[in-house]
C-alpha cells in the first residue's frame, strides 16, 4: 500500500517535467522546499476537499524567495524543461480570515476552514494561506447553498467546490481518492515502521536477556541446592 501511495504522488509530479526537474535538483536551489501537496498532511476524510480547493496549486513550488524562485525560472528556460509556479514565502500575499467569516463556522453543514484542518511547518504557512485562504469546508452542496453561494468560498466533503465568485463545481469523478494529499508523508510513515521494528528487536533482546538471567538464576540456585545437600550428608556422615 506504501508503494502504491508512493508511486501515485510521484506520478502526478511527473506530469510536469519542469516541477519534477526543480525537486531533483533541490541540492543545486537550497531554497527549494518542495510542493504544496509534498510539505502538507491532510486526513484522510478531508483529502478530496482539500484537493479540489487547491486545484493547481497543490504542485506549486515552495521556495524560500523570490531570488530562488528567479534562479529556478532561469535553469528551466536555460534547459528547455518548460514552466513552474513557484511561492517564495518573502513575497506571497495571503486571504485573510475575518471574524465575518468566522461566524459562519456557527451554519448547519459547517466544518471549520481547510486552512485549520492541514498539518505542516508553521514557516509555509503564508504559502497554505495564499493557496487555502479562507476556504470553508462544509458537509456537502446543499450545505454550501444553504450558506450561500459567493458568500464565501466552499469545497464540501466529496470534493465539490463553491467559489466566491459563485461559480459552481462539482459532479461524479470515477477516483474518489486523492492521490496528491495524504495523511502522512510516506516517507515518515516507512520511517515510523522501522522505528517500531527497532523498538521491538529492542523488546525482544530484553526478554531474551531476562529469560536467560533466569536460567542463569536456577540453574545457580540448583547448584546450591546440592551443595547444601551434600554439605548437610557430610556433616551427616561424621
Given at each position: 500500500?506504501?508503494?502504491?501511495?508512493?508511486?501515485?504522488?510521484?506520478?502526478r509530479i511527473g506530469g510536469s517535467i519542469a516541477v519534477k526537474k526543480i525537486l531533483e535538483?533541490?541540492?543545486?536551489?537550497?531554497?527549494?522546499?518542495?510542493?504544496?501537496?509534498?510539505?502538507?498532511?491532510?486526513?484522510?476524510?478531508?483529502?478530496?476537499?482539500?484537493e479540489s480547493a487547491a486545484g493547481n496549486k497543490a504542485m506549486h513550488l515552495i521556495v524560500e524567495d523570490d531570488r530562488i524562485a528567479a534562479d529556478c525560472i532561469a535553469f528551466l528556460k536555460?534547459?528547455?524543461?518548460?514552466?513552474?509556479?513557484?511561492?517564495?514565502?518573502?513575497r506571497i500575499k495571503t486571504v485573510e480570515i475575518l471574524e465575518s467569516d468566522k461566524k459562519l463556522l456557527k451554519a448547519g453543514g459547517a466544518h471549520d476552514f481547510l486552512l485549520n484542518l492541514i498539518k505542516f511547518d508553521p514557516k509555509y504557512k503564508n504559502a497554505f494561506a495564499f493557496v487555502f485562504g479562507n476556504t470553508l469546508l462544509v458537509e456537502n452542496i446543499d450545505a454550501a447553498r444553504s450558506i450561500g453561494i459567493g458568500r464565501i468560498r466552499m469545497a464540501t466533503l466529496d470534493g465539490d467546490l463553491a467559489e466566491f465568485s459563485g461559480v459552481m463545481r462539482g459532479?461524479?469523478?470515477?477516483?474518489?481518492?486523492?492521490?496528491?494529499?495524504?495523511?502522512?508523508?510516506?516517507?515518515?510513515?516507512?520511517?515510523d515502521r522501522e522505528d517500531d521494528l527497532e523498538k521491538t528487536h529492542v523488546s525482544m533482546k530484553i526478554l531474551e536477556?531476562?529469560?536467560?538471567?533466569?536460567?542463569?538464576?536456577?540453574?545457580?540456585?540448583?547448584?546450591?541446592?546440592?551443595?547444601?545437600?551434600?554439605?548437610?550428608?557430610?556433616?551427616?556422615?561424621?
Open positions: 500500500r506504501l508503494r502504491a501511495q508512493s508511486v501515485s504522488v510521484q506520478e535538483k533541490r541540492g543545486r536551489f537550497k531554497g527549494v522546499y518542495g510542493t504544496v501537496a509534498e510539505l502538507s498532511r491532510v486526513p484522510q476524510k478531508y483529502q478530496l476537499a482539500v536555460e534547459n528547455k524543461f518548460g514552466q513552474a509556479n513557484f511561492i517564495p514565502l518573502n459532479g461524479y469523478a470515477e477516483k474518489r481518492k486523492s492521490t496528491l494529499f495524504v495523511e502522512k508523508d510516506v516517507g515518515d510513515e516507512l520511517r536477556t531476562k529469560i536467560t538471567m533466569k536460567k542463569k538464576w536456577r540453574s545457580f540456585k540448583s547448584f546450591l541446592i546440592s551443595v547444601s545437600r551434600k554439605a548437610s550428608h557430610s556433616c551427616s556422615s561424621r
